[in-house]
């Protein structure tokens, strides 16, 4: 079982569609909770931190479930700029090994 | 300009032949790290520094030596590298490491392709 699963997708949606992203991970003992996103084999970027009270960034939410070990991010009113793969990241204990799930692809389509 | 500076951005080469990838970051970061991104795979950690002279193993390490004699370079030295090298690297750094907060955003190079025939 890989430590952080992702559903590789891809997601197809249309402009103005909400759209949610589930990752689970495996080790209980991670402490850090990211979502990056990704453009075409580019560098991958910072979304957004994901915190235990979960939090918001204009039309990005993100959620962390420490019981069921599962990290969301449900994105609103999606536009054309958001078609990307999300990648979601965990750091363990120390918060220096850092492990990526294999993303998920996004399409929002006019 | 707040940056990751990777180099080649591109490189083919043959297998057995040492390679030397380059990472300068400009921040100040005390912690850097090197990816390689495989389809399907996503980005796997190959080794990852804490500061000058301190590296440890990711997940990926075999093939791979890493040096941090200063704080703004992280080289990636394939020594004798095989075609399942071939791969997408990237080098990233962060002020830290550690319980999310904004000072743990990781920057990411540009990337290097690297193909091992």
């Known amino acids: 079982r890989k430590e952080v699963e992702q559903d590789p997708g891809p997601f197809n949606v249309p402009e103005g569609a909400t759209v949610a992203f589930n990752c689970t991970y495996s080790n209980s003992a991670s402490q850090s909770f990211f979502w990056y996103r990704q453009d075409c084999r580019k560098e991958p970027k910072l979304l957004m931190s994901?915190?235990?009270s979960g939090n918001e960034d204009g039309r990005f939410t993100a959620q962390l479930n420490r019981a069921s070990q599962y990290i969301s991010l449900l994105i609103r009113d999606s536009k054309l700029s958001d078609s990307a793969t999300y990648l979601c990241?965990?750091?363990?204990?120390?918060?220096?090994?850092?492990?990526f799930g294999a993303g998920t692809r996004l399409f929002v389509k006019a | 300009e707040a940056q990751v500076t990777q180099n080649p951005r591109y490189l083919i080469t043959v297998t057995g032949k040492k390679l030397t990838v380059t990472c300068s970051q400009n921040m100040n970061h005390e912690y850097m790290s090197w990816y390689r991104q495989d389809p399907g795979l996503g980005l796997r950690q190959i080794y990852y520094s804490m500061n000058v002279e301190v590296t440890d193993k990711g997940d990926v390490p075999e093939g791979y030596k890493v040096s941090r004699k200063e704080k703004r370079n992280f080289p990636l030295i394939l020594e004798s590298p095989s075609p399942n090298q071939t791969s997408l690297y990237f080098c990233a750094s962060s002020f830290r490491a550690g319980p999310a907060r904004m000072d743990t955003e990781a920057f990411f190079g540009q990337g290097t392709r690297l193909t091992v025939v």
């Open positions: 990241v965990v750091q363990g204990t120390g918060g220096f090994k850092t492990i």
């Open positions: 994901v915190y235990s």
